[in-house]
């Protein structure tokens, strides 16, 4: 019976965890009419951007972190277990389509490896040497950005994660939603969102879920913001790789320069396709490649390449 003191400590831990907090008063919910519990459900869903807004200066000080890192070539990596882990993955894998991210520039690590995306595996949220050596595959380096994503803030995945990224000179991010977390005190910057405890006791894919899908929208999205992905609110490096997007491209050519049909097939056809040197070609009158050289020369920043543009041309 070697696990019973094992046990005990982690029914006092889980005790002691706002996301796991019993609420007597919703003990009949299973007894009330479907409406009435959706009614209770959205209630409860509407208090995660306020406890989201209660921490944005923590949240922009990790991104301006992150993006600083991004620009010398670093990368971001998400590391959890469980929904929290999916939900990494989740947003890893939107970044290539929607700005044009190189392979690997936004990982997502989920214990376990892919097939903990779909099921469930056993033990492997509990093991921090399962961390160690998903980060050790990826060859960290101080310009790497690693966050730690986990709802009790207490997930052994995650909290080795952060604390073998910090050791090899990455920067960490802590992402939990309880105060005074082990996850958010072993990083460089700590983010608790504390939205209460959940409808269903400890089912933190509910209000914690949400509060980490809304961070983590704003970690990736305004980072590339900062890195230059956007020109205005347009994704102007978006992939088109498929038709849906390829329609999308054009409109966002069209909202960026006002010209018309023709010219918008022929700056695209000039730039192979790229939305922000299509963009570039017609609102500074040069050609395709001028284009690919005064953004290659920007680092990719639409708004600077046009400055230099536009100074070459009063020149």
Not at 166 to 194: F, K, M, P, Q
């Amino acid at each position: 019976m070697t696990s019973a003191p094992h046990s005990h400590d982690l029914r006092t831990q889980l005790d002691s965890l706002t996301t796991e907090a019993f609420r007597p008063e919703l003990a009949g919910i299973d007894q009330l009419p479907t409406l009435e519990i959706a009614r209770l459900m959205n209630a409860e869903d509407a208090r995660v951007p306020g406890a989201v807004a209660a921490c944005l200066p923590q949240i922009a000080a990790a991104i301006d972190a992150v993006a600083e890192r991004m620009s010398r070539g670093g990368r971001l990596v998400y590391a959890g277990a469980g929904t929290a882990g999916r939900l990494g993955v989740l947003d890893a894998s939107e970044c290539p389509p929607t700005f044009n991210t190189r392979p690997g520039q936004v990982v997502g690590l989920i214990a376990g490896g892919p097939e903990a995306m779909v099921t469930s595996v056993e033990g492997a949220e509990d093991s921090r040497e399962l961390a160690r050596a998903d980060l050790d595959a990826l060859a960290l380096t101080p310009d790497d950005s690693v966050v730690g994503v986990s709802a009790s803030g207490r997930t052994p995945y995650a909290v080795g994660a952060v604390e073998y990224a910090r050791s090899r000179g990455a920067l960490t991010i802590g992402l939990a939603c309880n105060a005074g977390s082990a996850l958010a005190a072993a990083a460089d910057h700590g983010i608790e969102i504390v939205a209460g405890p959940e409808l269903i006791t400890g089912s933190t894919r509910l209000k914690s879920g949400t509060a980490q899908k809304l961070v983590l929208n704003m970690l990736s999205t305004i980072t590339m913001i900062r890195l230059g992905k956007t020109y205005g609110n347009l994704m102007v490096d978006v992939r088109a790789s498929n038709a849906k997007l390829r329609a999308r491209s054009r409109r966002i050519v069209a909202l960026a320069t006002g010209a018309g049909e023709e010219e918008i097939e022929a700056a695209l056809a000039a730039t192979d396709g790229e939305v922000k040197n299509a963009i570039l070609a017609l609102l500074a009158d040069v050609d395709g490649p001028t284009a690919a050289r005064l953004l290659e020369r920007s680092d990719g920043h639409l708004r600077a390449a046009l400055a230099a543009a536009h100074a070459s041309a009063e020149q």
